[in-house]
């Protein structure tokens, strides 16, 4: 539920529209749950004593219960977890948004068990 200007990404959009192929499988699973969201949701980020433009992956128009991780605002998709992606969730924490990194791996659990919380599975 794409509330952009654009009909929803998935379906709509051919894969080079994500940067990531899980980014596409994260919009897969929130359309399916009627969770509206911007994609790349554009932020300013004081960095020390710089202000830098950064992006949030997803940033949901209303906070979810995500299976095993609570209320959830904002989604950052990542290969894995690094170094790299923990400083840009902490920059961003440190903004203000708190954010939920989604790994690959996460993303094959979700789409077994479920993505929200009390979310009935139909295999």
């Given at each position: 539920m794409n509330t952009q200007n654009t009909p929803s990404p998935v379906g709509h959009m051919n894969?080079?529209?994500?940067?990531?192929?899980?980014?596409?499988?994260?919009?897969?699973?929130?359309?399916?749950?009627?969770?509206?969201?911007?994609y790349r949701f554009r932020v300013t980020a004081k960095k020390k004593d710089k202000i830098i433009e950064t992006e949030i992956d997803f940033f949901l128009l209303d906070a979810i219960n995500v299976r095993g991780h609570g209320l959830v605002k904002h989604i950052e998709n990542k290969n894995r977890k690094s170094i790299k992606a923990e400083n840009q969730q902490n920059l961003l924490k440190d903004n203000g948004y708190e954010t939920l990194i989604v790994t690959t791996?996460?993303?094959?659990?979700f789409e077994r068990n479920g993505f929200m919380e009390g979310e009935k599975r139909h295999l």
């Open positions: 894969e080079s529209f994500f940067a990531h192929p899980s980014e596409k499988r994260t919009a897969v699973m929130l359309d399916a749950n009627n969770v509206g969201y911007i791996k996460m993303l094959d659990d």
